[in-house]
């Protein structure tokens, strides 16, 4: 029971930010504030790589009963919730290059 909670909170708190990521971006985007999707990308490579870890030990059921003394069958919207950050990520770096500024 302990694991399915934490299992569906952890996605719940990586979703909810995803989105928040997402349209923060599109704002920054709009308003030609590219570089501040480089913090975006950093706090996002961030959580990713603690999901995609998350992920790993949840897909394993030894270690789930090692850490949480209980059991859940992993869902495959993890996985395309942390392909989607990557993607996200992968966006945000492209996008929040600023063109230089030509000397005088």
Do not use: D
Request: charged share 5%.
């Amino acid at each position: 029971m302990v694991s399915t909670f934490i299992y569906w909170a952890v996605f719940a708190a990586l979703a909810a930010w995803g989105l928040w990521s997402l349209v923060f971006s599109c704002v920054y985007l709009s308003n030609h504030e590219n570089g501040n999707l480089w913090f975006f990308a950093i706090i996002n490579a961030i959580l990713g790589l603690l999901g995609w870890l998350f992920a790993w030990i949840m897909s394993n059921t030894a270690w789930q009963q090692y850490w949480f003394a209980s059991q859940v069958q992993p869902s495959a919207w993890f996985t395309y919730l942390l392909i989607g950050y990557l993607v996200l990520i992968v966006l945000q770096v492209i996008l929040g290059r600023e063109k230089k500024v030509q000397a005088a």
